[in-house]
């Protein structure tokens, strides 16, 4: 948006209303959940199944209580859209998993990419999930339930006796990956099947065949804010950085020739204030630190696969969070273009918001920061910390006086 004169430039940040060099302008978000599929997860596929229909209900159901009858429901709507933009995101949903050497970034289901308003989009994401994602080494894993018969409405219970309904007999049983969960690799080899123009896509070091690619098209959507969520109970263990590095400084500027704004939400693994791995596992601190730099290069999200102690966690409230980023909970925000020092000014909501001052060092060398904003120079980018972060639905105004 040019405000009048020219003199000042104004990006508007109305959820993921994103301004690149041709100034367009999205509402998008395009969601992979890479769940980790080995036989240690089980339990935590099927609370994501349990507690997904609330996360569904958060982002597609927001906007159910409007007409569409005249102008009197199109005002309510745009009055509403200005004042809570979060209530209007246009999502889609994909799954993959970690194990790499299988399955190589593609994608499960059918239809394998889930859009905003199809039929039936919770059945559908958790017969994904469940049917083709998730590892059941033995029936006798899950509960029974004699009771429930495939003519009667899910009670919100992942039984034997359900999955048989959703899979078919048995049909449900196995989809075990291999030991080594690749998170990393598996984001990138996804983008790669659906965008193959980067050359990281083409290194000797991808599992990618030439039959892969092209084969998960419509993933990427063009403005479109990519979201990967990492679910798993182990660190990072990708084959293009070398184990005990932390740093994944390779999957970092891979995902940079992609040129579309990414922001992560993990659940994996939490640490100690020694940065190591909290709870007894098999989980190495340096690889659950390359999810957290991703996480916090992208002002996404980082949450501890357990709770305090250590079982696990209430997945109902890990997806409210993670549905309050997909609803506009960034905390990075792109500029089109490199503003003049000095001048950038930040408001969200009705809060203006001041620069903040560096407390210190974080594990990297990069700066802790306090409440408020600051600039990251290498790519335009306005990061907010701590109490000056955006609710769900708040609107981030930032303007600048470009170069």
């Not at 040019?2 to 969601?31: K, P, Q």
């Not at 997909?326 to 490199?338: D, E, R, Y």
Request: charge should be negative.
């Amino acid at each position: 948006m040019i405000l009048s004169l020219g003199l000042l430039a104004c990006n508007r940040y109305d959820l993921f209303l994103m301004a690149g060099g041709n100034d367009r302008e999205s509402n998008d978000a395009d969601v992979l959940f890479v769940i980790d599929n080995s036989d240690s997860m089980f339990e935590e596929s099927v609370a994501l199944a349990e507690n997904f229909g609330g996360f569904v209900e958060r982002l597609a159901g927001r906007e159910v209580d409007y007409g569409t009858d005249g102008l009197p429901d199109a005002v309510d709507r745009y009055v509403d859209y200005v004042q809570n933009p979060g209530y209007f995101v246009d999502f889609q949903l994909a799954i993959t998993t970690t194990d790499v050497q299988t399955d190589r970034g593609a994608l499960v289901g059918d239809p394998p990419i889930l859009r905003k308003g199809d039929p039936d989009l919770e059945e559908k994401f958790i017969r994904n999930l469940m049917c083709e994602a998730t590892c059941f080494a033995d029936r006798r894993q899950v509960d029974s339930d004699p009771g429930v018969t495939c003519e009667q409405d899910w009670n919100g219970k992942v039984t034997q006796e359900f999955l048989d309904c959703l899979c078919g007999r048995s049909a449900w049983v196995g989809h075990c990956g291999l030991g080594a969960e690749e998170g990393l690799e598996a984001v990138l080899d996804a983008m790669c099947r659906a965008d193959d123009t980067p050359e990281a896509c083409h290194d000797d070091r991808s599992p990618l065949q030439n039959s892969d690619f092209g084969t998960n098209e419509g993933l990427l959507r063009d403005g479109a804010t990519f979201i990967p969520v990492v679910m798993t109970d182990e660190g990072d263990g990708s084959r293009r950085t070398a184990n005990l590095d932390a740093l994944p400084t390779a999957y970092f500027e891979a995902f940079a020739e992609f040129d579309r704004f990414m922001s992560w939400a993990v659940v994996a693994p939490g640490l100690d204030s020694d940065y190591e791995v909290r709870c007894p596992g098999l989980a190495q601190s340096w690889g659950v630190l390359r999810y957290i730099y991703l996480v916090q290069e992208s002002g996404g999200l980082y949450q501890d696969v357990n709770d305090e102690n250590c079982d696990l966690r209430d997945w109902g409230a890990a997806l409210d969070q993670i549905g309050d980023l997909v609803g506009g909970g960034a905390a990075a925000f792109p500029l089109s273009s490199t503003p003049k020092p000095g001048s950038i000014a930040v408001q969200v909501g009705h809060r203006e918001i001041k620069p903040s001052e560096a407390l210190g060092a974080d594990l990297f060398g990069q700066p802790l920061f306090g409440d408020g904003w600051t600039f990251r120079a290498e790519d335009d980018t306005v990061l907010l910390h701590g109490a000056a972060l955006p609710t769900q639905g708040e609107v981030v105004t930032i303007w600048f006086l470009p170069q």
